[in-house]
């Protein structure tokens, strides 16, 4: 049974019940996170039981999950399970890091991470009985928004701003849910999905603005935690967009320690594009407040909110956990892309960007090398093949006898 207790915000405390409306705290406008009866759960609930448990992504946390009963998993869940954590040699050499871990987010469902917030949103809506969802979205998000209410026959509402690659659309609109092109740039399309909401009484799954969000995604930490044998990395570097992700998994790290479950932090490290940096400038600047920033033109389409609502909030977690958010270029990404390819991933760019960042932080010293660094790879390549380098041979067209009496050495040279 879930040890959920209600809410509290983030900035002025205050303290909600379960019902209470899952939006921003009523009092200041803050972000309310879900608060859970951790000292009762510490005394009935370990490491132990976790690990007896199968991986189902939200299940297996259920008493952690602002979810009251357990057959709304199922109904609205697409098989997710914990996603691969690999360790990679050749890419630890490349970064110049002791070991390199690879949490292989772009295996979800529909190919990201945005399958935890989803999941977990939808939870959320099925039990609250609302009928519409909606959320804006870069793309990845919507899709699983799209696909977990087509899953849980609900109806949804997709926000995108115009330009959304090809492959992003396609995999929202194979589930029929209404999309709704905005022209202008994320934090666009989120003011107008979010004037929709609040008109038609909709559900946002928007992180932040919807609680349960942050919830589902805070099984990154849990899953990091748990595969690395209840030690988690030293480090664990995240793509920082809206922090959704840098954000949720400080809230599960802090919730597995107050159970007792592991004994250290990781520093929490985020990467954005430096076509659009608001948090990485503020941390390099040494200030609390992010300031908006214009943004200049990117291969990437993701990860580009110019004025992130959760920007001061995800400054503390960086400074508190000895983390760091700093920025890559296009250049960067492009190339971890590519090394990431030549492992055998498959990533698009913001699913690249925290190996590009990574080697970025070694090459300018800023991080020690002798650490154990996990790198979320939270979108696969298949999202976005306009931007993957293209590497390898690839012939002309040849004739079928051009080929038998080519020598097959010819090819590898
Ligand atoms: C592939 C990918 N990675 C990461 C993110 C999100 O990062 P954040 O949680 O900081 O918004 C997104 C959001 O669209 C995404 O599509
Ligand atoms: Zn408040």
Same mark, same amino acid.
């Given at each position: ?211 349960? %969000?942050?919830?589902? *995604?805070?099984?990154? +930490?849990?899953? /990091?935690?748990? !595969?690395? &044998?209840?030690?988690?990395?030293? @480090? ?91 920025? %890559?270029?296009?250049? *960067?990404?492009?190339? +971890?892309?590519? /090394?990431?390819? !030549?492992? &055998?991933?498959?990533?698009?760019? @913001? ?63």
């Amino acid at each position: 049974m879930s040890a959920w207790v209600g809410f509290r915000c983030t900035q002025c405390a205050k303290e909600l019940p379960p019902e209470a409306e899952a939006g921003l705290c009523p009092s200041c406008k803050g972000i309310l996170f879900a608060a859970y009866d951790t000292a009762a759960l510490a005394r009935r609930l370990g490491r132990r039981d976790f690990e007896a448990r199968p991986p189902a992504m939200l299940e297996r946390w259920a008493e952690l999950m602002p979810v009251r009963d357990a057959a709304t998993f199922r109904r609205v869940s697409l098989g997710e399970q914990a996603s691969p954590l690999l360790e990679s040699e050749p890419l630890a050499r490349a970064a110049d890091v002791s070991r390199l871990l690879l949490k292989m987010d772009a295996q979800l469902p529909t190919g990201s991470l945005k399958d935890r917030p989803m999941s977990a949103v939808m939870c959320g809506a099925v039990e609250r009985k609302a009928p519409v969802v909606c959320m804006a979205s870069s793309g990845n998000a919507g899709a699983s928004m799209a696909a977990h209410a087509a899953r849980a026959g609900l109806q949804a509402v997709i926000g995108v701003f115009a330009g959304v690659p090809a492959a992003k659309l396609c995999k929202i609109r194979v589930h029929a849910p209404t999309v709704v092109q905005v022209a202008g740039g994320m934090d666009d399309a989120e003011e107008a999905i979010q004037s929709l909401a609040r008109r038609g009484h909709w559900f946002n799954g928007e992180a932040f603005v919807n609680p349960y %969000a942050l919830e589902g *995604e805070k099984t990154i +930490a849990y899953e /990091l935690a748990i !595969q690395c &044998g209840w030690d988690p990395p030293d @480090a664990v570097v995240f793509p920082l967009g809206s922090a959704a992700c840098v954000v949720a998994s400080y809230k599960g790290f802090q919730e597995l320690a107050a159970l007792g479950c592991i004994g250290k932090m990781p520093r929490l490290i985020g990467v954005q594009f430096s076509a659009c940096a608001p948090i990485a400038a503020a941390f390099a600047a040494g200030q609390t407040q992010v300031a908006r920033f214009q943004r200049t033109p990117s291969f990437s389409s993701t990860l580009m909110h110019e004025k992130p609502f959760a920007g001061e909030l995800a400054l503390r977690i960086f400074r508190e956990t000895g983390g760091i958010a700093t920025a %890559a270029t296009d250049d *960067e990404v492009r190339a +971890a892309m590519g /090394l990431l390819g !030549q492992g &055998g991933i498959f990533a698009e760019p @913001a699913g690249a960007i925290a190996l590009a960042g990574v080697m970025r932080l070694r090459r300018e010293g800023r991080l020690e090398p002798n650490l154990r660094v996990a790198c979320l790879v939270s979108g696969n390549g298949l999202n976005y093949i306009e931007a993957a380098p293209q590497g390898g041979k690839l012939t002309e067209p040849l004739p079928l006898g051009a080929i038998q009496s080519m020598a097959p050495e010819a090819l590898l040279s």
